[in-house]
């Protein structure tokens, strides 16, 4: 037998990308429901579903629609009441919200609990992007962790990425605005929007992110019973646009004003306007450091990022995940409750299975005396052992071959290789290669023939992130594992301490891997106004073997 489903706020950003992932459930019969007749007939024709216009602040024809669920996707939260909520408990129905409003979830177990349980119904809500994929995620990555120290989670939508009414409103009611949140020890007050922190999501690189009221400042630290900090942060595609609306917070950080509200319709669109020159790109990251079973430190990072345009289906995914749980079965929890602990991640990456949608998830151990452990952690045993023989990292070593290295013969790539020692281009039978540990750091130096140069790797204790320097020049990476070996993404760099535009900084491809049982390697360094500056690949043997 089908479950029938009203979907409240169809034709939302959000509300239609759930419509799409509940309609390909069998077991659910989908009914959408929001104010606008035309697109909501639209959306029902191209769904195969039932329509129905409704206005969730009068929900009295509810019980009309004959509910076994309700899903309710129309926000803003932070504006919202709990009427469509307890109209869906009257009914006997199940309800399911995607709210992200801090206070909305807060109060929704204790006032909506006693009633669920009377009706028999399970009432959730914060079946979103936060808390419950957040919480599934950390659930993953602290999985047999005996302590947690520090979270901290980030969410980044691409510049493109289409933006409803709602979602602008609900964010510029708490920008600038004091923000509680658990912070080295303590419960502290910092501006919503502020603490601009360049922030790394992987399969998307650096993006500037800033403090984010969500459910998550108070549920992080209570499930995870968090020791230090719990931050969770939103981020824009653009610098532009997330420096922007720092400024604009000031005035309310301030005083001056009480809220952004007023400026959504604006602001949302200049954010069109302006996101043409981004993508549609966006991204998910949840950290954690903390003690593993065996009372040594971890840290762990789990990230996601989304293709062109599929974005906005990841918020709506725990809601798909909760109501196919009580459509088979699964769930059979009853009361109000927030969507933590309720369907895990993999129920909730299996709703986007079919999308363009890729996770990965990084561990390290920050205190092992390999640099490469400190950035793979466990990771480490997956990769090929001449790769993990050389990256051993635990006493000074030389390890010889052959390479051959290229480069422009520019006048500015000369000079460039000139500078840093670089090899000029050519082939080297006699490549040395030495790894020096020094603290936390290894020292390599590479010696192509009678050219020699060195630079220095060190973890930077983010799970899988480290940086090499030469001279005053940092650059930051990510090792991305794949079956022989890792690959060195670029993130950033910096000069002096500081850091650098990414649009300045060169093109930098590294790959080190492991070829019929030999340790190969392969770096190109290009620049738009040198060219190719120098590139060099070979391959490496144990000199003592």
């Known amino acids: 037998m089908k479950r029938r489903v009203v979907l409240v706020g169809a034709t939302g950003v959000f509300g239609s990308r759930l419509a799409e992932l509940l309609s390909r459930n069998p077991q659910i019969e989908l009914v959408l429901a929001a104010r606008r007749a035309a697109p909501l007939q639209a959306l029902a024709a191209r769904l195969g579903a039932e329509a129905a216009v409704f206005d969730r602040n009068d929900p009295d024809g509810l019980a009309a629609l004959r509910p076994w669920a309700v899903a309710d996707a129309a926000g803003p939260f932070q504006m919202s009441d709990l009427r469509l909520a307890k109209a869906a408990i009257a009914c006997g129905a199940h309800h399911v919200d995607l709210a992200d409003g801090r206070a909305f979830v807060a109060g929704f177990p204790a006032a909506l609990d ?27 990555v602290t999985q047999g962790w005996t302590a947690v120290d520090r979270i901290a989670v980030a969410i980044s939508a691409g510049a493109r990425a289409p933006r409803g009414l709602a979602v602008t409103q609900a964010i510029l009611s708490w920008t600038g605005r004091p923000v509680r949140l658990f912070e080295a020890g303590a419960w502290r007050e910092r501006p919503g929007w502020g603490d601009l922190t360049p922030t790394a999501f992987p399969g998307l690189g650096m993006r500037l992110t800033s403090l984010c009221e969500t459910p998550d400042l108070d549920l992080l630290p209570a499930r995870f019973a968090v020791r230090e900090t719990a931050v969770f942060r939103a981020g824009l595609e653009l610098a532009l646009l997330q420096t922007g609306l720092w400024l604009l917070a000031w005035p309310v ?47 762990a990072r789990w990230g996601l990022w989304a293709g062109a345009g599929v974005g906005p289906f990841t918020p709506a995914a725990p809601a798909a995940a909760v109501l196919a749980g009580l459509a088979s079965g699964r769930i059979t929890a009853r009361g109000a409750q927030a969507c933590v602990g309720l369907v895990s991640l993999e129920q909730i990456l299996d709703q986007l299975a079919h999308l363009p949608i890729r996770t990965r998830l990084d561990r390290s151990r920050p205190q092992s005396p390999s640099l490469l452990r400190r950035v793979l952690g466990e990771g480490v045993e997956d990769l090929p052992e001449p790769v993990r023989r050389l990256h051993a990292g635990l006493e000074a070593e030389t390890f010889t071959g052959r390479g051959r290295a290229r480069g422009s013969r520019s006048f500015v790539a000369r000079l460039g290789r000139a500078l840093l020692g670089l090899p000029a281009p050519g082939a080297y039978p006699d490549l040395a290669v030495s790894i020096e540990p020094e603290g936390r750091s290894e020292l390599w130096t590479r010696r192509f023939g009678g050219r020699a140069f060195s630079s220095r790797l060190t973890a930077t204790g983010a799970p899988g992130r480290f940086e090499e320097t030469f001279g005053p020049m940092t650059f930051r990476f990510e090792a991305e594992t794949f079956a022989a070996g890792f690959r060195w993404r670029f993130l950033g760099w910096g000069a002096l301490g500081l850091p650098l535009p990414r649009a300045l900084a060169p093109r930098i491809r590294a790959t080190t891997f492991a070829r019929d049982g030999v340790y190969s390697f392969r770096v190109a360094v290009a620049h738009p106004l040198a060219g190719l500056v120098f590139a060099y690949a070979g391959r490496l043997i144990d000199s003592n073997s």
Do not use: K, Q, Y
């Open 253 to 299: 950080r301030l005083g001056w004003v009480r809220a952004l509200t007023t400026l959504a319709g604006p602001l949302r669109d200049l954010a069109g306007l302006i996101g043409r020159f981004g993508s549609d790109r966006g991204g998910m990251v949840a950290e954690a450091w903390g003690l593993g079973a065996d009372g040594e430190p971890r840290a």
């Open 114 to 140: 006693a009633t669920a349980r009377a009706a028999g119904v399970l009432a959730v809500t914060g079946a979103s992007s936060t808390p419950a994929l957040s919480h599934a995620a950390l659930d993953r």
